[in-house]
């Protein structure tokens, strides 16, 4: 990163943290993560594919969503890279991506609703 003169000395800490923050690159990807959940169905998708593997079927159900509806959050997860598919016969299921991703942001929603893990309880 190129040095940054700041107009003012407030005692070096921005300068320090400078020399360490992640390119503009990298911010973009952080905000297109949380684009993925921007929407409370969505999150709520989410957190039940992080629990279980389901089909567009039975989240609609559980949702109480249209089935369209429920395949444009999948497609918004799965694009995002937070959720996997495999077909079985003509049936799709899904579940959470086992990614540290996907890992990170099912703890921090959990914490932030202050919901236990149903293997945690």
């Known amino acids: 990163m190129e ?4 107009p003012h000395d ?3 800490c ?3 943290v400078l020399e360490h923050m992640p ?3 990298d911010f973009q990807t952080v905000a297109d993560i949380f684009k993925q959940l921007c929407d409370r169905s969505r999150i ?5 594919l992080c629990h279980c593997e389901e089909c567009v079927i039975n989240l609609a159900a559980i949702t109480g969503m249209t089935s369209p509806a429920v395949s444009h959050h999948l497609r918004q997860l799965r694009t995002g890279g937070l959720i996997v598919s495999r077909r079985e016969g003509k049936e799709v299921y ?4 086992d990614t540290e991703t996907a890992q990170t942001l099912h703890r921090m929603i ?4 202050e919901i ?3 293997e945690e309880a």
Request: glycine share 4%.
């Open 23 to 25: 390119q503009e690159e």
């Open 3 to 6: 040095k940054i003169t700041l």
């Open 110 to 113: 959990e914490r932030m609703v």
């Open 94 to 97: 899904y579940r959470a991506a």
């Open 44 to 48: 709520r998708i989410f957190w039940l």
């Open 10 to 12: 407030h005692g070096k």
């Open 116 to 118: 236990a893990c149903p």
């Open 14 to 16: 921005a300068e320090r």
